[in-house]
T-cell receptor, first 113, second 114 residues
Framework: EAQVTQNPRYLITVTGKKLTVTCSQN?????MSWYRQDPGLGLRQIYY???????DKGDVPEGYKVSRKEKRNFPLILESPSPNQTSLYFC????????????FGNGTRLTVT | AQTVTQSQPEMSVQEAETVTLSCTYD???????LFWYKQPPSRQMILVIR??????QNATENRFSVNFQKAAKSFSLKISDSQLGDAAMYFC???????????FGAGTILRVKS
């Protein structure tokens, strides 16, 4: 089944403790991206990647890192999480053409205390 | 920068009735794509309908249709014969032709009354 898999689905952590949210897709998609969803703000793009070893900042990249060492994986790294990073996170992927739909993962609810 | 505005934080509709969700956007570009996504309590993001800006004809998908007014930069979603399963958060989103970044509105919570 074609899908974008995010893990974990829920994560509670403390301020400053490094964490990684994994994202994997099995559709051989070129394009992958991360969004965060906050009440009243919708979803905002954090980082995106057009291909292996090619990543770029989105609209809200501060406090986040990403890597794209393999085509299928695009982990989101929070090296020193803070409470303002408490949010719902989505990974998404697509073929990378202009009108190809984005396929979303099922989201990761992160709480930083 | 492109922006998307959904002015209705919440809407309610009676089962079997019709409801329209509003969306306006701002861009200086002429080629782009517009989307409506549905997010049920499961948090899954489900693409409901898509509109290409170069197409004058409004997109339809079964009970879902849009009213795309390019000059007014308006993109409303009409849900006909509303069902209990339509209850969800609905997001309007914009995408440029040359990329896959989506710019989302804040969302509208739709409640369906039986």
């Amino acid at each position: 089944e074609a899908q974008v898999t995010q893990n974990p689905r829920y994560l509670i952590t403390v301020t400053g403790k490094k964490l990684t949210v994994t994202c994997s897709q099995n559709m051989n998609h070129e394009y992958m991206s991360w969004y965060r969803q906050d009440p009243g703000l919708g979803l905002r793009q954090i980082y995106y990647s057009m291909n292996v070893e090619v990543t770029d900042k989105g609209d809200v990249p501060e406090g986040y890192k990403v890597s794209r060492k393999e085509k299928r994986n695009f982990p989101l790294i929070l090296e020193s999480p803070s409470p303002n990073q408490t949010s719902l996170y989505f990974c998404a992927s697509s073929l990378g053409t202009a009108n190809s739909p984005l396929h979303f993962g099922n989201g990761t609810r992160l709480t930083v205390t | 920068a492109q922006t998307v505005t959904q002015s209705q934080p919440e809407m309610s509709v009676q089962e079997a009735e019709t409801v329209t969700l509003s969306c306006t956007y701002d861009t200086s570009e002429s080629d782009y794509y517009l989307f409506w996504y549905k997010q049920p309590p499961s948090r899954q993001m489900i693409l409901v309908i898509r509109q290409e800006a170069y197409k004058q004809q409004n997109a339809t998908e079964n009970r879902f249709s849009v009213n795309f007014q390019k000059a007014a930069k308006s993109f409303s979603l009409k849900i006909s014969d509303s069902q209990l399963g339509d209850a969800a958060m609905y997001f309007c989103a914009f995408s440029m032709e040359y990329g896959n970044k989506l710019v989302f509105g804040a969302g509208t919570i739709l409640r369906v009354k039986s």
